[in-house]
């Protein structure tokens, strides 16, 4: 066993350096929203080394339809210390950040869409002083028409129509 982790050690070394390159994954919370509310979108940096990782970059620019919610700056955040989270209407980046060793940290924006659809979104790949990820984090988010609301009025009318609908039927 300890051999063949001493042989993936040495295969990885030539890929990214010294040690194996981060993972960055995403996320939408909730992964289904109506039109025009909002979802969390996190992107994840895991560090699978025993030492941090200082300099991380990454940028996200949204698909078509895609935005940032909410006013700028402030809308969005990151748990990775030092780092600087820049939003735009329509793109997100970090810059500067250490993604802790052995550990992970978080970039979060509230996103929604005008417009339902399918929205695929993929980061680009995350820069860091040790090196550059193999790849970045993809996600979708599903944003569906808005359903009509029903007014208190409407729905106790419907209950009582309902409701004697299923007597009639009884009395049958």
Do not use: E, H, W
């Amino acid at each position: 066993m300890k051999r063949s982790i001493a042989l993936l050690v040495l295969l990885a070394a030539p890929v990214f350096g010294t040690g194996f390159p981060p993972v960055v994954t995403k996320s939408f919370t909730p992964p289904v929203v109506a039109v025009n509310q909002i979802a969390t979108m996190t992107i994840t940096l895991t560090n699978p080394n025993p030492f941090s990782l200082p300099g991380a970059s990454i940028s996200d620019t949204f698909p078509a339809g895609l935005v940032n919610a909410g006013p700028f700056p402030g809308t969005a955040s990151t748990t990775c210390p030092g780092g600087f989270v820049g939003p735009s209407p329509t793109s997100l980046m970090m810059v500067g950040g250490v993604i802790p060793a052995s550990g992970n940290c978080t970039i979060t924006a509230p996103v929604l869409s005008a417009t339902p659809g399918n929205y695929q979104n993929d980061t680009g790949s995350l820069f860091t002083g040790a090196g550059t990820s193999l790849g970045g984090g993809s996600a979708t988010l599903v944003v569906v028409p808005q359903l009509p609301v029903m007014s208190r009025t409407a729905m106790l009318l419907l209950t009582i129509v309902l409701g004697a609908a299923a007597l009639s039927r009884l009395g049958r």
